[in-house]
């Protein structure tokens, strides 16, 4: 067994990559007070905005650090799809980001709703939206992947949606919350080891 340390100001975690390689037999659509709203073209304010409100309490920061450039080469690439989980009162309240860029293989780069909807089975609904739209034809395989930083449910939901654990690895990162990527009092359950 191995212990390594982990630097103060620094984070670790374990990446879960799991697979789906079937589409899933046909069953009813949950029912939920949301819909999905197809983004075509959103503006980089506008997705930054959406991709914080829903990933910051998990410490997402990949997005936040690229560039311009970066990020609109992404959002805007035809084989990008993003849609936003609206409430019914319009306020964006979810996401899920597919990509089909290296198809055969259809990748669910970010699922998410807000903290405040956990619990009420209505990530069931998005990810019954989400394969729906994911398994398309010239689709052989959807996969994700989830972190130790993700809600403590996330790996199980997955895997009794269907998908397969097939990779794990560890990584570490500066915690985003020291440099004011993301806000000091975010993510609340991970510890912020100061590097000072």
Same mark, same amino acid.
């Given at each position: 067994?191995?212990?390594?340390?982990?630097?103060?100001?620094?984070?670790?975690?374990?990446?879960?990559?799991?697979?789906?390689?079937?589409?899933?037999?046909?069953?009813? /659509?949950?029912?939920?007070?949301?819909?999905?709203?197809?983004?075509?073209?959103?503006?980089?304010?506008?997705?930054?905005?959406?991709?914080?409100?829903?990933?910051?309490?998990?410490?997402?920061?990949?997005?936040?650090?690229?560039?311009?450039?970066?990020?609109?080469?992404?959002?805007?690439?035809?084989?990008?799809?993003?849609?936003?989980?609206?409430?019914?009162?319009?306020?964006?309240?979810?996401?899920?980001?597919?990509?089909?860029?290296?198809?055969?293989?259809?990748?669910?780069?970010?699922?998410? /709703?807000?903290?405040?909807?956990?619990?009420?089975?209505? *990530?069931?609904?998005?990810?019954?939206?989400?394969?729906?739209?994911?398994?398309?034809?010239?689709?052989?395989?959807?996969?994700l992947h989830t972190c130790t930083l993700d809600h403590p449910s996330a790996l199980n939901f997955y895997r009794?949606? *269907?998908?397969?654990?097939?990779?794990?690895?560890?990584?570490?990162?500066?915690?985003?919350? /020291?440099?004011?990527?993301?806000?000091?009092?975010?993510?609340?359950?991970?510890?912020?080891?100061?590097?000072?």
């Amino acid at each position: 067994m191995a212990v390594i340390a982990v630097d103060h100001g620094q984070l670790a975690v374990i990446v879960t990559r799991l697979a789906m390689t079937a589409r899933p037999r046909p069953a009813p /659509l949950p029912t939920a007070p949301l819909r999905l709203v197809r983004w075509a073209a959103p503006s980089l304010a506008r997705y930054r905005t959406l991709f914080r409100r829903v990933g910051e309490p998990w410490l997402w920061f990949s997005r936040l650090v690229l560039d311009d450039g970066a990020l609109g080469a992404i959002i805007t690439d035809p084989a990008v799809e993003i849609y936003a989980v609206v409430d019914r009162a319009g306020v964006e309240v979810g996401m899920v980001e597919l990509d089909f860029r290296a198809l055969p293989a259809c990748a669910i780069a970010y699922f998410a /709703l807000v903290p405040e909807l956990t619990g009420q089975q209505l *990530g069931r609904w998005l990810m019954a939206e989400a394969l729906m739209r994911a398994w398309r034809k010239g689709v052989d395989r959807v996969w994700l992947h989830t972190c130790t930083l993700d809600h403590p449910s996330a790996l199980n939901f997955y895997r009794a949606c *269907g998908f397969v654990a097939t990779e794990r690895r560890i990584e570490t990162f500066a915690d985003p919350r /020291l440099s004011g990527l993301i806000n000091r009092a975010a993510a609340p359950q991970v510890p912020l080891l100061d590097a000072s």
